[in-house]
């Protein structure tokens, strides 16, 4: 219950577990009775080590009040149209939980989805934890707010055009040149703040770029890192030294964005990258092989890792080092190598 409430609702109940909540107005027995929808669901060991099988009870499943005893029924904190509070009393009534969740009277339902993909985009909610919406934490821009979760609504809660409309902001498409009146600016969204790109798209960019698809020996082939869901599975340590969140909590704060030393000495050590580089089925051995001119090699490497073909000045200068003598492979290598550790590649800006 704490984690559902806390990831589609934004609203965070366990501080009233042992109490009614000493600044916000849910209640110890709102607590219970919102519990109850899942006091159904049952836990018992697997037939392997460590594996636990969640199953539905049948019978002897009342959620108890731990102060008196008391069996409490299930109840939504706010009341929905669509049933009031009229619930199951079997197993069943995690489904009534469900469509209250995602109800459009739902107050909290929309506005916490839209406050949650805006951060995405920029690094920081309107509400700022995104998982902590209550009165004394107001978003930094009401009207901004209401205006998205409206139009959210108006299109059956479309997660393509809340992202469309979000892209095609004024707020999204701001420089990160900042100005006299907004260089200090953290809350308002007024000029765009550089952000390290998260664990899984920075190994899946490494991919795009080096044209080598990172191997997890646990999930199926060409699986990309974005879709690999469980923290255990990892590609040398990667993902987790970038930040990639361990799952074992729903706050957001899981996923780390922090910079450190190991992570530099990563990106120019590591055999992450060194090894896609150098890779003799990646994108520097298939384009040696294949024949190509300089020219044309260094305008591949700048689009896979860049997404832009290189400017005159830096065609020219790839070209150059390319011919400067050596091991021709080695030298494009050193090339992709000082692309994909550029801050153009490396930060979302």
């Known amino acids: 219950m704490e984690k559902t409430t806390q990831v589609f609702l934004g609203v965070r109940m366990v501080c009233a577990q042992c109490h009614d909540?000493?600044?916000?107005?849910?209640?110890?027995?709102?607590?219970?009775?919102?519990?109850?929808?899942?006091?159904?669901?049952?836990?018992?060991?697997g037939y392997e080590v460590g594996e636990e099988i969640l199953y539905d009870q049948r019978q002897d499943f009342d959620m108890k009040h731990p102060k008196d005893g008391r069996v409490m029924n299930p109840k939504f904190i706010l009341p929905a149209s669509f049933g009031g509070t009229t619930v199951p009393v079997d197993a069943g009534r995690r489904l009534s939980y469900a469509e209250w969740l995602t109800?459009?009277?739902?107050?909290?339902?929309?506005?916490?989805?839209?406050?949650?993909?805006?951060?995405?985009?920029?690094?920081?909610?309107?509400?700022?934890?995104?998982?902590?919406?209550?009165?004394?934490?107001?978003?930094?821009?009401?009207?901004?707010?209401?205006?998205?979760?409206?139009?959210?609504?108006?299109?059956?809660?479309?997660?393509?055009?809340?992202?469309?409309?979000?892209?095609?902001?004024?707020?999204?498409?701001?420089?990160?040149?900042?100005?006299?009146?907004?260089?200090?600016?953290?809350?308002?969204?007024?000029?765009?703040v550089p952000r390290r790109i998260s664990a899984e798209s920075l190994m899946d960019a490494l991919a795009l770029a080096t044209g080598v698809r990172p191997v997890f020996p646990e999930a199926p082939p060409d699986t990309r890192a974005e879709q690999v869901t469980d923290p255990h599975i990892g590609k040398d340590g990667f993902l987790d030294l970038f930040g990639r969140p361990s799952r074992e909590s729903a706050c957001e704060c899981e996923r780390r964005s922090d910079l450190s030393l190991p992570q530099a000495l990563n990106l120019v050590n590591g055999r992450t990258i060194s090894?896609?580089?150098?890779?003799?089925?990646?994108?520097?051995?298939?384009?040696?092989?294949?024949?190509?001119?300089?020219?044309?090699?260094?305008?591949?490497?700048?689009?896979?890792?860049?997404?832009?073909?290189?400017?005159?000045?830096?065609?020219?200068?790839?070209?150059?080092?390319?011919?400067?003598?050596?091991?021709?492979?080695?030298?494009?290598?050193?090339?992709?190598?000082?692309?994909?550790?550029?801050?153009?590649?490396?930060?979302?800006?």
């Open 21 to 45: 909540h000493p600044f916000e107005r849910w209640t110890q027995n709102q607590y219970y009775e919102m519990a109850a929808f899942f006091s159904a669901v049952g836990l018992r060991p």
């Open 103 to 192: 109800a459009r009277d739902n107050p909290f339902f929309a506005k916490s989805t839209v406050n949650r993909v805006w951060s995405y985009f920029f690094g920081r909610g309107i509400i700022d934890p995104v998982d902590d919406i209550r009165a004394s934490n107001p978003p930094s821009n009401p009207p901004l707010l209401d205006a998205l979760t409206k139009d959210f609504l108006d299109h059956n809660f479309d997660l393509r055009q809340l992202m469309r409309t979000i892209a095609n902001s004024r707020a999204y498409q701001a420089s990160i040149t900042t100005n006299e009146w907004n260089q200090n600016d953290t809350e308002n969204f007024s000029h765009a």
């Open 275 to 349: 090894d896609a580089v150098a890779d003799s089925a990646g994108r520097v051995a298939k384009a040696i092989l294949s024949g190509r001119a300089d020219g044309e090699v260094v305008s591949e490497l700048y689009m896979a890792s860049l997404s832009r073909p290189p400017s005159v000045a830096e065609l020219q200068s790839g070209t150059a080092y390319l011919q400067s003598g050596g091991g021709r492979a080695t030298r494009a290598q050193d090339l992709l190598w000082a692309l994909v550790n550029s801050k153009a590649f490396l930060y979302n800006y």
